[in-house]
């Protein structure tokens, strides 16, 4: 079906050992620090923004992301960030470099992000690859002070030289979740879906190109509980770099 990064995906998690995610790792206030991740738990090398990118629901999601640099939440998080990089609001400060992952990225100069991808998007190699999934927007650059002469007030700023991009995901089979009628080819359309349940939910038509299975998130538990085999995993892509020059205002410094 031309879905190679789908299909690397779940090559990976057939791969691994069997562990399963916890419930956790997946909410914005219990979720693992990204460089305390192990390895075993976590994928940096098959996601590449080039190729999502070439999907148009991905990159409204960039268009959107830069668009949440100076809200009074990254405006928060940057100060933050900014302080932890022993910056005391005096002289200039850099923030990071450009040749970050992007899981350095998630620790040091992550500032906002948006949730991108719904259940009625097209089935195609990100829709089996992510489904839904948050879009990153982190920025490296320099902090410094100006002062306004006609005020004599001091204000902190911070020019950014560049915002990233990534996307992180979590791959697991916990829950409920159906993900499609398959046959040894393809995955069925949606239409074709709705064609073959009854009102019961039951499939009641055999297709004509031969065997097909409804597959959902229990089978693939079911398969990990009788192999040994199967692990999920945190999905980190890497980084897509674009050139800015803007200069934020970071507000009163305390």
């Given at each position: ?33 990204s ?53 005391d ?17 998630d ?6 992000f ?14 089996g ?10 920025v490296?650059?320099?902090a ?19 915002v ?12 409920l ?7 040894e ?15 019961h939910?039951?499939?009641v ?15 693939f ?11 999920d ?12 020059g803007?200069?934020?205002d ?5």
């Amino acid at each position: 079906m031309g879905w190679h990064t789908s299909a690397a995906l779940m090559q990976r998690w057939f791969d691994s050992p069997a562990w399963a995610m916890p419930e956790a790792w997946k909410e914005d206030k219990t979720q693992p620090e990204s460089l305390s991740l192990k390895p075993a738990h976590c994928d940096e090398s098959i996601v590449k923004m080039e190729w999502a990118m070439g999907f148009e629901r991905c990159r409204e999601a960039v268009e959107v992301a830069e668009s949440l640099l100076t809200t009074p939440n990254a405006l928060i998080r940057l100060q933050e960030l900014l302080k932890s990089a022993d910056w005391d609001g005096e002289g200039t400060k850099a923030l990071d470099s450009y040749s970050m992952s992007a899981l350095q990225m998630d620790a040091c100069s992550q500032i906002n992000f948006v949730k991108f991808g719904e259940v009625w998007n097209s089935l195609d190699d990100m829709y089996g690859a992510l489904g839904k999934a948050v879009l990153k927007v982190g920025v490296v650059g320099e902090a410094f002070t100006k002062l306004n002469p006609a005020t004599k007030q001091l204000h902190h700023l911070f020019h950014v030289e560049k915002v990233g991009f990534y996307i992180r995901d979590h791959y697991d089979f916990n829950g409920l979740q159906y993900l499609g009628t398959w046959t040894e080819d393809r995955v069925l359309t949606k239409a074709e879906t709705a064609f073959t349940l009854s009102l019961h939910g039951q499939l009641v038509l055999r297709l004509k190109e031969g065997p097909f299975a409804a597959v959902t998130n229990g089978d693939f538990r079911d398969y990990r509980d009788k192999t040994g085999k199967g692990g999920d995993f945190i999905i980190y892509s890497d980084v897509l770099w674009k050139k800015s020059g803007q200069v934020i205002d970071l507000g009163g410094w305390v």
